[in-house]
């Protein structure tokens, strides 16, 4: 796409006399689900440097883990002895068992992360890791245990705005990733190059930017990675300490002088800025100049990604016109936007936040394969765009309590005694633009739901549509709410 910035002044910062109502929407939308009129308020007044300093805290906000997974946890290893120790049906039983309580504390987990991201004091960090997460990519269809996908997205957070490469090297010990990329497999005199591949492709450098040599040589400096359950250990017996070449240098090197000499390369400056356009800023891939502009900025902030975030989001390619309103919602983005946007909590229901999800082709912790969510267009077909809509109208549906099970019951009460109120049926959000006069209903529904400014006939249908009931409270309530389902399902909406 032709841009206007060139690559020297792309990842400059933003002028002050640029940062105003609709750049902060922009940045609200983008770096976390939606933009709520208090949270655009208080961005445009703090100023845009006050905002980040905000949204990338040094002491970030960091998910808790949940008690469902602890106790999981807890009970694995006296499982796991009754399991080898069973033979027969009682095995398999057993199996089973171990199979429906990993996926149920899953689902627990997926929900309370949810819950969790939905703060707005969490939104942005949640998202930041969720990106990361897409990079360092691990499936729990193959993990299989919660605790240890909980574990290693907990290192990503606790590193996610560190140096990069210390991040690196924690992923390089999370269990979960052992498992994943079969580090427990990599042994001295018959190395498994899975995660050496991956590393360098996936992780530091992008394809293209060393050899299949490479690779070798890096699967074996990995040799004697392991884990024990939710444990990192390093067996020295199966490590191959001869001298290794990578990238023209040769050494007795160990898996951290693998990601230490990855990094020293050029190509690493831009891999991550290149991951970043494409989760936050657009799907078509800008010219190769962008990123590498950015990346030859990183790495002399020694890859610090607290920096990396504050340039990238400040800059003023980020608030290019040619940005905005662009960028189709993940259906995580949709969910997590959608409630907020209706003030409603993430309901505690594993069946009513799963179902929809799945439908919508994004299962939290569970990716497709090693490149993560692909995003972008393939988010839409006529089956998933059907799933969002009718995720619109389940929110606005109250939830029939008569047909939730015994658990489920439970849960919903808990959460209310917690202090959680509404999860559907927007009463709030309906009554607030039925108290207008529909212009002004009109006006104000499309500056706080949509991205980009809608055309004259498309406002005057709102508003048309608005003014048509009676001024009884009812009539211009039942307006208001199928104005607001109309506009929630509507295509302008899946953009931000």
């Known amino acids: ?12 910062p933003l002028p002050p006399e640029a940062w105003n109502a609709p750049a902060a929407r922009h940045l609200l939308r983008r770096a976390a689900w939606t933009a709520t009129p208090e949270e655009t308020r208080r961005a445009v007044a703090d100023g845009l440097d006050a905002t980040l300093d905000r949204l990338f805290p040094a002491a970030p906000p960091l998910f808790p883990r949940p008690r469902a997974v602890a106790a999981l946890q807890e009970e694995t290893p006296e499982f796991t002895r009754a399991l080898k120790a069973a033979s027969g ?3 398999r039983r057993l199996a089973r068992e171990a199979r429906e309580r ?6 627990d987990m997926a929900i309370q992360w949810m819950q969790f991201a939905s703060s707005p004091d969490h939104a942005v960090f949640a998202k930041w890791g969720l990106f990361l997460g897409d990079v360092y990519v691990v499936a729990s269809a193959k993990v299989r245990h919660p605790a240890l996908i909980w574990e290693h997205h907990d290192i990503i957070a606790r590193h996610a705005l560190g140096p990069a490469p210390a991040l690196t090297k924690a992923v390089s010990r999370s269990p979960a990733m052992i498992r994943y990329l079969d580090l427990n497999q990599n042994r001295r005199g018959a190395p498994n190059e899975n995660f050496a591949r991956e590393l360098l492709e996936l992780f530091v450098l992008g394809e293209g930017h060393y ?6 040589e890096a699967a074996r400096a990995f040799t004697g990675y392991r884990a024990r359950f939710d444990t990192f250990q390093f067996a020295p017996r199966q490590h191959d300490s001869g001298p290794k070449t990578l990238f023209g240098e040769t050494g007795a090197f160990t898996g951290d ?19 970043l356009i494409k989760f936050y800023l657009s799907d078509s891939p800008l010219p190769p100049a962008y990123p590498a502009a950015l990346g030859t900025w990183w790495r002399a902030q020694h890859f610090d990604l607290r920096s990396l975030a504050r340039r990238f989001f400040g800059s003023r390619l980020f608030y290019d016109p040619a940005f905005r309103g662009t960028f189709i919602k993940s259906p995580l983005h949709y969910y997590l936007g959608l409630s907020r946007d209706l003030d409603l909590a993430i309901a505690p229901l594993p069946r009513r936040v799963f179902n ?18 692909v995003g972008g ?49 927007p009463a709030a959000i309906v009554a607030r633009y039925a108290a207008l006069p529909p212009a002004d209903a009109a006006a104000q529904m499309t500056e706080e739901f949509l991205a980009l400014p809608v055309t004259a006939p498309f406002r005057d249908a709102l508003r048309s549509l608005l003014a048509a009931a009676s001024p009884s409270n009812a009539a211009s309530g039942n307006a208001a709410r199928r104005v607001l389902l109309t506009l929630f399902q509507s295509p302008e909406y899946q953009l931000c």
């Open 377 to 425: 267009r393939t988010w839409i077909n006529s089956a998933t765009l059907a799933a969002r809509r009718q995720l619109v109208e389940g929110l606005f549906a109250p939830i029939d309590e008569t047909r939730l099970n015994a658990d489920e019951q439970r849960a919903l009460a808990a959460a209310r005694d917690a202090g959680s109120a509404d999860f559907s049926d």
């Open 1 to 12: 796409m032709p841009l206007a910035l060139a690559p020297n002044e792309a990842w400059q």
């Open 356 to 373: 929809p999800l799945r439908q919508m082709g994004q299962t939290p912790y569970n990716p497709p394969n090693v490149r993560g969510w």
């Open 102 to 107: 990993a996926q149920t504390a899953l689902m």
């Open 89 to 91: 049906l009682e095995k």
């Open 211 to 216: 050899t299949e040599h490479d690779i070798k």
């Open 257 to 275: 002088d693998v990601i230490d000499l990855a990094y020293r390369q050029e190509a690493a400056g831009a891999f991550l800025p290149h991951e």
